[in-house]
């Protein structure tokens, strides 16, 4: 246990589908991250946060929507998904974005499919 | 972008020594992490390098040379429960983490 879960574990959506991914951490942390690991590929991070303020969006397509209602809460809202969008989606958090020596704590990950 | 690369997979037999390399080529440097991630499972953080040197922790050793671009992760007396996927991740000079695609370890008997 790393202290970051993440609901559902896996999800399957059709493309016309809108669904959301929730991550909790329960690590006092004030930064979260969104990322996507697709098979052998680097991991892309897609969203930051940072006590409640996105300070980061890599160029994401705005299917995906995130939400930061708390610095303990993420969520990833999804709609109108594409098959390419079919990844292990992992959230993270660490104590502060910007701090030199920054741990990021992973969630065991959203498997998602698209069909 | 970041430019991380490190081996897709290496194989080794139980009780041996294994090297994964990482070279990087940042904008800025703020450190180094290694973080081993079982298949279906959160990566998990072990280790650290921001100074030049190795770094030992138990059976794991990460190594660093920022003059160079370049670290492994050393893995010693191999156990079956090291079969993973080894990340490099690079933190630049704007504090942004980026990861390699990962080295995957198969420990054979």
């Known amino acids: 246990e790393t202290g970051v879960t993440q609901t559902p574990r896996h999800l399957v959506m059709g493309m016309t589908n809108k669904k959301s991914l929730k991550c909790e951490q329960h690590l006092g942390h004030n930064a979260m991250y969104w990322y996507k690991q697709s098979a052998k590929k680097p991991l892309e991070l897609m969203f930051v946060y940072n006590f409640k303020e996105q300070t980061e969006n890599n160029s994401v397509p705005s299917r995906f929507s995130p939400e930061c209602p708390n610095s303990s809460h993420l969520f990833l809202h999804l709609h109108t998904l594409q098959p390419e969008d079919s990844a292990l989606y992992l959230c993270?958090?660490?104590?502060?974005?910007?701090?030199?020596?920054?741990?990021?704590?992973f969630g065991p990950g959203t498997r998602l499919t698209v069909l | 972008g970041q430019n991380i690369d490190q081996p897709t997979e290496m194989t080794a037999t139980e009780g041996a020594i294994v090297q994964i390399n990482c070279t990087y080529q940042t904008s800025g440097f703020n450190g180094l992490f290694w973080y081993q991630q079982h298949a279906g499972e959160a990566p998990t953080f072990l280790s650290y390098n921001v100074l030049d040197g190795l770094e030992e922790k138990g059976r794991f050793s990460s190594f660093l040379s920022r003059s160079k671009g370049y670290s492994y992760l050393l893995l010693k007396e191999l156990q079956m429960k090291d079969s993973a996927s080894y990340l490099c991740?690079?933190?630049?000079?704007?504090?942004?983490?980026?990861f390699g695609a990962g080295t995957t370890v198969t420990v054979r008997a």
């Open positions: 993270a958090s660490s104590q502060d974005e910007g701090e030199v020596y920054n741990e990021q704590f």
């Open positions: 991740a690079v933190r630049d000079g704007d504090y942004k983490l980026s």
